[in-house]
């Protein structure tokens, strides 16, 4: 079967291809600062600079990839001992392959289980379910609980952690609480995909309904990406973690890395373990965090102010969701070079604020009616 390009990088293509100087690409979620640019955080460059002086080997890191790294990482999003010490954790290459190693335990386990996705949802989810031998069935995202409280025992909820892609929306932690009650008692396994934490409401508010949820259900699956929390986009920095796993879990998932890809890059996973293990560098990195938090919070509300979108206030994180369809989408990129996707969803991110009264503009004159 001949497999179709990935509409997201064909339109980002279009868009590097587009001549108009003033062009504006709001696809791909990557954070950019107001000069266009995606910033190297000042504690990844202190760590960097201090493992190229120690000279660390270049030698392979083993499928499970950076102890270190998965470690500390563990320790950081969960903060409790007793999750931690029942938690199984390997590097993977990125987040993405975080999701496909979980999704392939999960196909491996239980062949028979029925994955249940909120939609609208990340674009990636289905396809990579799909790949590993999973079936999927899709709810309104608003309808999760109902969705858990019809699923069999031993089917899988697929949840974001935070800051949820593509609609910004962040749970309470009532329905965190409810949600767990209610997997825990419908024996469904929760597959949480934790990308964007820290550029909700804060980091340890972003982490709390996961935590909340973890520990009420006996057994769970966590892909994490780095790539937005360190910038480190272009390193693959990623982890799986199976909460309630032991031995046999890691074997299996270092036996699926080593057919996949045998095994994870180092540097980005050695930077953020660096990073971690240093109280000053950990400080630094959250400061910086905070900051790009901070300033998202002020581009949305800017944007809401001038466009009068005010349902734009209670989203999220990196994107945003337009109460724009499809065909005003494309006429946003036609008439005024602004790309997004045909769902409404604009990387908040890659947004200059010096670019927010122009995108405002133009906003206004497609709005709904």
């Not at 581009?299 to 979108?309: N, P, Q, Y």
């Not at 927010?356 to 004159?365: D, H, I, T």
Request: glycine fraction near 10%; charge should be neutral.
């Amino acid at each position: 079967m001949l497999l179709t390009a990935d509409p997201l990088w064909q339109l980002t293509a279009a868009c590097a291809d587009d001549p108009r100087p003033g062009r504006l690409d709001l696809i791909v979620g990557v954070y950019r600062d107001d000069s266009g640019a995606s910033p190297v955080m000042r504690a990844v460059r202190a760590a960097e600079l201090r493992l190229a002086q120690r000279s660390p080997s270049k030698g392979y890191v083993g499928p499970s990839g950076d102890l270190r790294f998965a470690a500390s990482l563990t320790e950081l999003l969960l903060n409790d001992r007793t999750l931690v010490d029942r938690t199984v954790a390997v590097q993977t290459v990125a987040g993405t392959g975080a999701l496909r190693l979980l999704a392939e335990l999960l196909a491996q386990t239980g062949p028979d289980r029925t994955v249940h996705l909120g939609v609208p949802a990340y674009v990636n989810h289905p396809g990579i379910m799909a790949a590993a031998g999973l079936r999927v069935v899709t709810h309104p995202v608003a309808s999760t609980l109902d969705a858990v409280s019809s699923a069999r025992a031993g089917d899988v909820l697929l949840i974001q952690g935070c800051c949820h892609n593509p609609t910004g929306r962040q749970m309470a932690l009532d329905e965190w609480a409810a949600l767990g009650e209610t997997l825990a008692r419908r024996g469904v396994v929760p597959f949480i995909d934790q990308a964007y934490f820290g550029l909700g409401d804060g980091l340890e508010e972003d982490l709390a309904g996961m935590r909340l949820l973890l520990a009420t259900v006996p057994y769970a699956v966590v892909a994490v990406s780095g790539s937005k929390a360190w910038g480190l986009y272009s390193e693959r920095v990623g982890a799986a973690l199976v909460v309630g796993g032991d031995a046999q879990a890691r074997g299996s998932l270092e036996h699926i890395a080593r057919v996949s890809y045998s095994q994870p890059p180092a540097h980005g996973a050695m930077i953020v373990a660096e990073i971690l293990s240093d109280p000053a560098l950990t400080a630094c990195w959250r400061d910086e965090l905070e900051s790009m938090r901070r300033r998202l919070g002020r581009l949305r509300d800017e944007l809401a102010d001038r466009t009068g979108f005010d349902g734009l206030r209670e989203q999220r994180g990196m994107f945003l969701r337009l109460p724009l369809g499809a065909e005003r989408m494309e006429r946003l990129r036609v008439e005024h070079g602004i790309y997004g996707l045909p769902s409404g969803r604009i990387n908040l991110a890659g947004l200059p604020a010096e670019q927010v009264g122009r995108v405002a503009a133009a906003l206004a004159s497609h709005s709904p009616a």
